[in-house]
């Protein structure tokens, strides 16, 4: 009875892992249509005045400083691992000059400048820093942007003197 018991029980356990293994969805466009779809849409925003613009970015001398200055960090970013900065600006602000935006802390690694924007309440976990100051940052990512004179890479982690000035929470939004 208990062998035939524990049968039954195991076949159970069995199939129930064999229904979650085909249940999970991938992460990759499941079809030829849907790759196909994926790369119109891009096809089509490449061919907007938006994409147009971009595309012309990447190609300019601005563009290629943006993507080599990206290459130069892309191991660290992609291991979130240390790198040593010195603080450049606490004060740069975009063209249109709102007080009430995202605030910019521009950074220099190795040799070039970066950008990382804030919102206003996180900013001012950084009201310590000062230009020149040296500070350990770890990026999960980056971005480029055709209106922003650097790479933009987000700020998740800054350290001064061994003190965590500020560390990006990601419990609150799932990871993202």
């Known amino acids: 009875m208990l062998i035939l018991l524990l049968v039954v029980v195991s076949g159970l356990v069995f199939a129930n892992h064999e229904i979650k293994n085909e249940t999970k969805p991938s992460s990759k466009p499941s079809s030829i249509a849907d790759r196909k779809a994926v ?3 891009r096809k089509k925003w490449e061919a907007s005045p938006d994409g147009i ?21 892309k191991k660290y970013i992609k291991t979130f691992t240390n790198m040593d900065a010195v603080v450049i600006s606490l004060t ?17 690694i190795n040799g070039e400048e970066y ?16 230009v020149n100051d040296k500070i350990i940052v770890r990026s999960r990512s980056a ?16 350290e001064r003197n ?6 990006r929470d990601f419990s609150k939004n799932n990871g993202c």
């Open 92 to 108: 740069f602000q975009r063209a249109n000059g709102k007080s009430s935006g995202p605030k910019w802390l521009i950074v220099r």
């Open 162 to 167: 061994n003190k965590i000035l500020f560390k």
């Open 53 to 73: 613009k971009y595309k012309e970015w990447e190609v300019s001398p601005e563009g290629k400083k943006v993507h080599a200055s990206h290459d130069k960090i």
């Open 39 to 41: 790369l119109d849409d």
């Open 115 to 130: 950008m990382m924007q804030f919102i206003p309440k996180d900013f001012q976990q950084l009201n310590s820093l000062k």
């Open 143 to 158: 971005g480029y942007s055709p209106n922003h004179p650097y790479l933009i890479i987000s700020g998740d982690y800054i």
